[in-house]
């Protein structure tokens, strides 16, 4: 079993930025590819980034390219994403996930272990 806890959403201004992290729990972290998620109200879970073992393969929604990155410390079992350039659409609950299936998956259902979620929301 893995459990998963993420830290630092909040309120930010649309052009901000926060760092998201999720720390998972147990010896293997290194062995699952992590992914993250959102879902904002009335709208169904959508994938955000993923990033495969050891951090060397990364993938993002075309609506986090270029703003957000994803990022992994197998030492610290955490995993993190970067989100800069806010804006108003990407208030959500943010997830993170984890797996043993596949590289690095976009599809939500791959992924075995889920975190609480983490709420941010950016003002416009």
């Known amino acids: 079993q893995v459990q998963l806890v993420e830290f630092g959403g909040g309120l930010v201004q649309a052009g901000g930025s926060l760092r998201l992290s999720c720390v998972t729990s147990?010896?293997?972290?290194?062995?699952?590819?992590m992914g993250w998620f959102r879902q904002a109200p009335g709208k169904e879970r959508e994938f955000v980034a993923a990033i495969g073992r050891g951090g060397t393969f990364t993938t993002y929604a075309d609506s986090a390219k270029g703003r957000f990155t994803v990022s992994r410390d197998d030492g610290k079992n955490t995993v993190y994403l970067e989100m800069n350039s806010l804006k108003s659409e990407d208030t959500a609950v943010y997830y993170c996930?984890?797996?043993?299936?596949?590289?690095?998956?976009?599809?939500?259902?791959?992924?075995?272990?889920w975190g609480q979620g983490t709420q941010v929301t950016v003002s416009s």
């Open positions: 147990g010896r293997t972290f290194s062995a699952y590819a």
């Open positions: 996930a984890a797996t043993t299936s596949g590289t690095a998956p976009m599809r939500d259902r791959e992924y075995l272990y």
